[in-house]
């Protein structure tokens, strides 16, 4: 799921790099790329972050059926 993110993100500022004004200055275009690796770092931590909700929830529900198992033994 982060590569589908973070490859998303690089059309994205190919996108937005690609459809620039061709007569733009250099500076401007760094600044671009600057903000759009910005987004993308922070995609990044948003996937990350995600990832462990769902850890941490894939834990609660495994917990969850051990107990239901041992209460199922009684």
Excluded at 5 to 26: E, G, H, I, R
Excluded at 38 to 59: E, I, L, N, P, R
Aim: contains cysteine; glycine residues 0%.
């Amino acid at each position: 799921m982060k590569k589908v993110f973070l490859s998303l993100a690089a059309v994205a500022v190919l996108t937005v790099v690609s459809c620039k004004k061709a007569d733009a200055p250099a500076e401007d275009a760094a600044a671009v790329v600057d903000s759009a690796a910005a987004v993308v770092d922070s995609a990044a931590a948003v996937v990350d972050s995600a990832a462990t909700v769902v850890d941490s929830a894939a834990a609660t529900a495994t917990e969850a059926a051990e107990v239901a198992t041992e209460a199922a033994k009684k």
